[in-house]
């Protein structure tokens, strides 16, 4: 007796199909459906296609164009320089003393009225040296009326004073150095520069007309004090 063979894929196979035969018009027809032989598993990678190993770039976005930047003209015009701000100094002899409160009233409050009867050109030296170490503000220079006036002491004054407004106040009296001390200042402050000025005193006393000058023609009446003042304050406006 033959050993009992175990049936094998192929034998299964045949078995399913023999058994699925019908019987259709008095023929053995095969049924349509038969069972299919097991399929070998596709390997994991086979089975599901790999993905583009590229990736896609998104389009590309160009950045807007910044904006431009907008700067100011060039300009060949240089700023103006600081001018000297700060309380008036008044460097001056007994007209000036007089004159303090119409001083104070037409250049400010705070202006400083350094007078004395009988003062010479040459004693404002120090005065205003002294003064110009401490302090930025304009000056002013009403000497000359009681004796003569040198270029060397002028240009001291200056010197002294630096570059801010000067005025220089001319001499108006009945003496033998009026016009040479005036001539003197006025040379002076045409060397030096705009910031210096040269106040004609002599003309604005003619051109004011009668009642600028009291009895003596030296010191002004309290109207020509004013005429003063204001002269002053115009000649310091003037100062660049």
Do not use: Y
Request: one cysteine or more; a negative charge; glycine letters at 8%.
């Amino acid at each position: 007796m033959l050993p009992r063979l175990r049936p094998g894929p192929a034998a299964v196979g045949a078995t399913a199909l023999a058994s699925a035969a019908v019987a259709v018009g008095g023929l053995i027809v095969a049924a349509s459906v038969s069972s299919p032989a097991p399929q070998e598993a596709m390997p994991a990678a086979a089975a599901v296609a790999p993905a583009d190993p590229t990736p896609t770039s998104p389009p590309s976005v160009e950045a807007p164009a910044a904006a431009p930047v907008t700067r100011p003209p060039a300009t060949s015009e240089e700023p103006a320089p600081a001018r000297h701000d700060g309380p008036v100094l008044v460097v001056g002899d007994s007209i000036s003393l007089g004159s303090t409160a119409a001083l104070k009233a037409a250049l400010g409050a705070d202006t400083t009225v350094d007078a004395e009867v009988g003062r010479q050109f040459a004693t404002g030296v120090p005065k205003v040296r002294a003064w110009a170490a401490r302090n930025p503000g304009p000056i002013v220079v009403d000497l000359g009326a009681n004796g003569t006036v040198s270029a060397a002491d002028v240009d001291a004054v200056l010197d002294a004073a630096g570059d801010r407004p000067v005025v220089l106040v001319g001499t108006c009296v009945p003496r033998v150095w009026q016009n040479s001390n005036n001539a003197i200042l006025e040379a002076a402050a045409a060397r030096a520069g705009s910031h210096v000025v040269f106040l004609d005193w002599a003309s604005v006393v003619r051109s004011a007309g009668a009642g600028i000058l009291g009895t003596d023609h030296v010191h002004p009446t309290p109207a020509g004090r004013t005429v003063l003042a204001t002269a002053i304050r115009d000649a310091l406006a003037r100062a660049a």
